[in-house]
């Protein structure tokens, strides 16, 4: 894979799943005795990726403390927030501001991974570098969602995305990113969607395709259902 880098996004304060989340960060939250946030690691290493950046904020001593407890094949470093939580893009470019690659592949860290979507990730990137695109979004089907109550993100036709009505396809929480797109939007603390938005405007948000199931921790009681099923 020609990229090098991938983000993690661990900042939120992942409230849907309180009271789990009042003493322990979402990313720390287990399945079959392992993390959200080793879940993702193991995916981003099972790609090649040697070099992770990832944005703490909410009870961030204990993502430090976990991080060194582990031992894990890739580099990981930590950026933090700072002194307010910086959403979504905010996070993305700070982080961003901390390397000198132009593209980076980012992870939300509460889809439950799986070396399925390696081969997706993979062809992902290589319709990314073949297209000259700046920003891809793997995507799937809501009717293969395990939290069947999911709502669309998008629609989804001949690779680009937009934002009607009937929207059938979720962002699984993975997708390609050139840092040119950062010129966009030039506030601190900004969501991730304002870019995605703007790139729909130009016709130029792509998505590629998963056919995996796709299983999100989207509130306590879909973990819950998680703990018991999976």
């Known amino acids: 894979m020609k990229i090098k880098t991938a983000l993690i996004l661990c900042a ?3 409230k849907r799943l309180n009271p789990l ?17 080793e879940n993702t690691i193991n ?3 099972g790609l090649g990726i040697r070099n992770i950046f990832l944005n ?22 930590i950026i933090d927030d700072g002194d307010e939580l910086l959403d979504t893009g905010g996070g993305i470019k700070n982080m961003i501001s901390y390397s000198d690659d132009r593209d980076f592949l980012i992870f939300n860290s509460d889809t439950i991974w799986n070396l399925n979507y390696i081969n997706y990730i993979e062809q992902m990137s290589n319709f990314y570098y073949k297209n000259n695109i700046n920003n891809i979004l793997l995507v799937v089907n809501k009717k293969i969602s395990f939290d069947e109550n999911l709502k669309g993100d998008f629609n989804f036709e001949k690779n680009l995305l937009t934002r009607k009505q009937n929207k059938e396809y979720i962002f699984t929480g993975c997708q390609i990113f050139n840092k040119d797109l950062l010129s966009i939007n ?37 973990y819950n259902r998680l703990l018991k099923s999976y």
């Not at 703490?56 to 993502?63: A, E, G, S, V």
């Open 186 to 222: 030039n506030k601190k603390t900004f969501s991730i969607n304002e870019i995605w938005n703007e790139s729909i405007k130009r016709n130029s948000l792509y998505g590629f395709e998963c056919k995996s199931k796709f299983f999100h921790v989207t509130d306590l009681k879909i």
């Open 12 to 14: 939120g304060l992942g």
């Open 43 to 45: 995916l981003i290493e």
């Open 21 to 37: 989340t009042l003493k322990k960060p979402k990313p720390l939250l287990e399945l079959n005795n392992c993390t959200l946030l």
């Open 56 to 77: 703490t904020f909410y009870l961030k001593d204990q993502i430090k403390s976990y991080l060194n407890s582990k031992n894990f094949t890739a580099s990981v470093r």
